[in-house]
């Protein structure tokens, strides 16, 4: 079976591959450019994870995305929200959590990426895009419900000859067993970025940074990425 798989860098993303790389034939992965502040740094990134998976990468510049997108995740105007740890507990107010999201939010984006990726894995008869979607996040982020899986899969059933399907492993998973699973199938961590921003180093502060950070204080070990960055 192959697949094609969706790869911003991130934490899930990486993870997600490392996993179905196990049984499945990884065909290419697609990262796009919608201007986020983050593109260098994962498009830097992607490129090495796909050099350490041998797997062909393709690059895909939505412009028209990063044009009609104004929150801060993109618009530079706008402040990404700074969390604590405490603001990510599930005995915070939800709201805290609720903005944060809302401040990030791109319109439509997972939508715009799994069809895209539709067409890619249709055109080379690939059963499954890989993505990695998953159950802490699910709670703020609606496209990442595995409601929204069964969906798309509903959807592809329509749209693609072969009947596409959406391969979310993370799909159940809070960030501390993703850590732990993906460490197991030696997803190469110190490879991937969760930072909103795309400075040298991450921010440590914005709420990707602050989910990554409990996850591997959770999960006892050290991220591999701050290691190889001497953090
Ligand atoms: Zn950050």
Redesign the pocket.
Known sequence: MKAITLLSSGLDSVAALAMAAESLEIEMAITFDYGQRAVQRETEYSRKVCEYFGIGHRVISLDWLAEITHTSLVNRDEE?PALSVEDIDEAAPANITENSAKAVWVPNRNGVMLNIAGSFAESKECNYIVVGFNGEEAGTFPDNSFDYVKAMDCAFSYSTQNGVQVLAPLIELGKTEIVKRALEAKAPLEYSW????GGEL?????E???RRARAFKNAGVKDPLLERLGI
């Open positions: 990404i969760s930072c909103y921003h991450p921010c440590g502060e914005c990707s940074c602050v």
